[in-house]
């Protein structure tokens, strides 16, 4: 199994630009998960799905944030316009309904803003 | 307010001998706890879990212990080997939710 696939690794970009982070899950997890992490505060969940209907999105920063799953092997974070504060490490995640709790990361995209 | 706290940033210990990584909780409807290790430039990886029905949980060389009256819970390591060097974090969730709160890692290096 390929795991989490995200893209691009790397991105950096100038204050106002549109920002968009892909994120691949593992196939057959029906829930996603969109993370930060800073050093400031830590690994923070963004958003989730679930059957590609977002869930709880209470994480989001502010409404430049917003995250599509136009369908199971496909999800977008988006960030308009992006501001220096926004350069961190986000991480997509996924797992399955059944079993134990455990979440699958991808490599993560390390967004720099200038 | 942090509610899920990893006191000890890093902390070093020899091959062969046992890792102690620490996390405290405040908040105490908590019920389910998941350890992650995290190697540089990669995602982080899922190690070992515990419900609150039990106290203690074990794979292969790892084992966690929860205290749920202390709201603390230890990730052990017995032997360590330099390939344990890595970012440890603690996760915690109520119910059986999915919005797991992370604590800030401790990263552990073992010496050879």
């Known amino acids: 199994d390929a795991g989490v696939i995200q893209s691009p690794r790397h991105e950096v970009t100038e204050m106002g630009q549109e920002v968009t982070l892909r994120c691949k899950p593992i196939?057959?997890?029906?829930?996603l998960f969109w993370y930060r992490q800073t050093m400031m505060r830590g690994l923070e969940l963004l958003i989730y799905f679930n059957n590609n209907v977002p869930i709880d999105d209470s994480g989001m920063p502010e409404d430049r944030f917003s995250a599509k799953m136009p369908n199971a092997s496909f999800s977008t974070l988006k960030i308009q316009p992006s501001e220096p504060r926004d350069s961190a490490v986000y991480f997509c995640?996924?797992?399955?309904?059944?079993?134990?709790?455990?979440?699958?990361f991808g490599p993560g995209t390390r967004l720099t803003v200038t | 307010d942090q509610q899920v706290k990893q006191n000890s940033p890093s902390l070093s210990v020899q091959e062969g001998r046992i890792s102690i990584l620490n996390c405290d909780y405040t908040n105490s409807m908590f019920d389910y706890f998941l350890w992650y290790k995290k190697y540089p430039a990669e995602g982080p990886t899922f190690l070992i879990s515990?419900?609150?029905?039990?106290d203690k949980n074990e794979d292969g060389r790892f084992t966690v212990f929860l205290n749920k009256s202390a709201k603390h819970l230890s990730l052990h390591i017995v032997p360590s080997q330099p390939g344990d060097s890595a970012v440890y974090f603690c996760a915690a969730s109520e119910g059986r939710g999915q919005n797991f709160v992370f604590g800030p890692g401790t990263r552990l290096s073992v010496l050879p």
């Open positions: 515990i419900s609150s029905i039990k």
């Open positions: 196939s057959g997890h029906d829930y």
């Open positions: 995640a996924s797992r399955r309904t059944s079993g134990t709790y455990e979440q699958y």
